[in-house]
């Protein structure tokens, strides 16, 4: 199992720019999260998915928008980029009311200039 | 609402010597409370985790931590730090009635030294 991975690892964008970023689990999960860590703020939850065809706003979601495609994948939007948006965004994913830890991806490290 | 604090940024500690690394939380509910560590341009690892019973639970890496319910604290520790114990702690909590998200602390640096 590759477990959860992302796409792509490192990007460089300029202001106004939009991208994709892109999430994959292969475990089975219901659930999956979209986080960004920023340096003396820990992590922080941008949406989640709880279920296939559900999303809800974390607590930093202004500027973002993603789409749960199928129980696998949970992709994150931006759609017009700003400095303030650069960081380290990672995807998660658990399984309710089996194992309550999340498993993380290794992170996409997004520059906007 | 819930919350973490991680009171320290970092830790230094002398390897072979016994490490804490604090938290305290806050929930309305039972709390669910997890340990992750993040190694340099890594992703965040699991350590472990408390959800009911016994008040010192024990995960990878030699780590633990003790659940203390009348202070709201989970301390992960260590009896002997390793230099490969270096890395980036964080804590995180939820509320353990239905469905919620993981709250994390700011995180604290563990830095072990030779």
């Known amino acids: 199992n590759a477990g959860v991975t992302q796409t792509p690892k490192f990007q460089v964008l300029k202001t106004g720019q939009s991208m994709t970023l892109q999430c994959a689990q292969d475990m089975n999960h219901n659930s999956m999260y979209w986080y960004r860590q920023d340096p003396g703020m820990g992590l922080r939850l941008i949406y989640y998915s709880a279920s296939e065809g559900t999303t809800d706003k974390g607590e930093v979601p202004n500027g973002y928008n993603v789409s749960r495609l199928n129980k696998r994948e949970f992709s994150l939007r931006l759609e017009s980029a700003a400095p303030s948006q650069t960081s380290v965004y990672f995807c998660a994913s658990r399984n309710p009311g089996q194992v309550p830890e999340q498993f993380f991806g290794p992170g996409t490290r997004l520059t906007v200039l | 609402a819930q919350s973490v604090a991680q009171p320290e940024d970092q830790v230094n500690v002398a390897e072979g010597n016994p490490l804490t690394v604090k938290c305290t939380y806050s929930?309305?509910?039972?709390?669910?409370l997890f340990w992750y560590v993040q190694y340099p341009n890594r992703g965040l690892q699991f350590l472990l985790k408390y959800i009911t019973g016994d008040n010192l639970v024990k995960g990878s890496y030699g780590f633990e931590a003790e659940f203390n319910k009348s202070q709201t604290s989970f301390h992960l520790k260590k009896p002997s730090a390793l230099v490969s114990d270096s890395a980036l702690y964080f804590c995180?909590?939820?509320?353990?009635?239905?469905?919620?998200?993981?709250?994390f602390g700011k995180g604290t640096m563990l830095l072990v030294s030779p």
């Open positions: 995180a909590v939820r509320d353990g009635i239905g469905y919620s998200t993981l709250t």
């Open positions: 929930v309305s509910g039972n709390p669910y």
